[in-house]
């Protein structure tokens, strides 16, 4: 297993710890929480999950970084979706047409989730994920089918 931050499981380990020491939230309170996302998640028909879980459910899980444990987490944010590329060439013997990736943009900063609550505005590298490519692409939004 890596040390250090390896998604949001264990990024927001420090700060939930500190909420449940502030205001007294026992690790079944935690539990609730996943209970309840399931009850909604169960009246969703794309749902992954649709089970009913216990609180006991949650607990007897496998533990993920403290106070984290399995059911509690995200599947879209913790590690769920997955992106599969592959060559043109053998995109081609595929039954449904492919899409072409003609080009990306991301950008990060450190995950010092404490200066979150600091300043409400857009974080610097969402500013700069937005700003378009030195090289912009010819296709537009409404030419992409």
Not at 101 to 116: D, I, K
Request: proline content about 12%; overall charge positive.
């Amino acid at each position: 297993m890596p040390f250090g931050v390896a998604g949001p499981p264990t990024m927001f380990t420090v700060p939930v710890l500190r909420y449940m020491k502030t205001y007294g939230v026992s690790e079944a309170d935690l539990a609730w929480v996943a209970v309840i996302q399931r009850e909604w998640a169960a009246k969703n028909p794309r749902a992954s999950f649709k089970d009913p879980i216990t609180v006991d459910d949650v607990l007897n899980s496998a533990m993920i970084a403290w106070p984290f444990r399995l059911l509690m987490c995200c599947l879209v944010t913790d590690g769920g979706g997955a992106l599969i590329l592959t060559s043109a060439e053998r995109a081609k013997d595929f039954p449904r047409k492919p899409v072409y990736v003609l080009g990306t943009g991301e950008s990060v900063e450190p995950p010092w989730s404490a200066r979150w609550r600091i300043s409400p505005r857009p974080k610097p590298s969402a500013s700069q994920a937005r700003r378009p490519s030195p090289k912009p692409a010819s296709t537009t939004p409404t030419s992409i089918t």
